[in-house]
């Protein structure tokens, strides 16, 4: 059986579950091998379908952002808010640290996006002027045709 960080974690902590309750099972050897197999065969079908269910969500979120924002704008926004969660993730479950470099990039990174989404809203407003004056402009030559 291959050695895997998991299985070996899993071994010595069944090990000292069974020395501190003063519990001897017959073959504890073989009882703690396989069932530290099981228990690493079980997390990694766990982490590959969470995997699996963030990716989706992702993609569905995106699809989304898609349909209310340009493509630039979305396709940048879900690469940084990967970023971001990603860096809480590893932050939040793992302990990592983040340094001072992590946090200016950050800044940067937010400075952005905040630029694109104020630009790109400015020009969403000045298409839907431009809209309403050839709407107008529609309306009114209808208007004429009608009276004459």
């Known amino acids: 059986m291959a050695s895997n960080v998991v299985s070996d974690l899993c071994s010595a902590s069944l090990s000292a579950v069974f020395v501190s309750a003063d519990y001897q099972p017959k073959d504890e050897?073989?009882?703690v091998e396989d069932f530290c197999c099981s228990a690493s065969v079980v997390i990694r079908f766990l982490?590959?379908?969470?995997m699996f269910g963030a990716n989706a969500v992702m993609w569905t979120?995106?699809?989304r952002s898609l349909q209310h924002a340009s493509s630039v704008v979305a396709t940048v926004t879900n690469t940084a808010s990967n970023f971001f969660f990603t860096a809480i993730s590893g932050y939040v479950l793992f302990g990592e640290d983040l340094p001072?470099?992590?946090w200016i990039?950050?800044?940067f990174i937010l400075s952005g996006l905040l630029l694109m989404h104020i630009?790109?809203?400015k020009d969403d407003s000045s298409e839907k002027t431009k809209d309403d004056r050839k709407n107008r402009g529609q309306e009114d030559?209808?208007?004429k045709e009608k009276v004459s």
């Open 141 to 143: 030559v209808v208007e």
């Open 29 to 31: 050897t073989k009882f």
């Open 119 to 121: 630009f790109a809203a």
């Open 47 to 50: 982490c590959f379908f969470l």
């Open 100 to 102: 001072l470099m992590w």
């Open 61 to 63: 979120l995106f699809v």
């Open 105 to 107: 990039g950050a800044a």
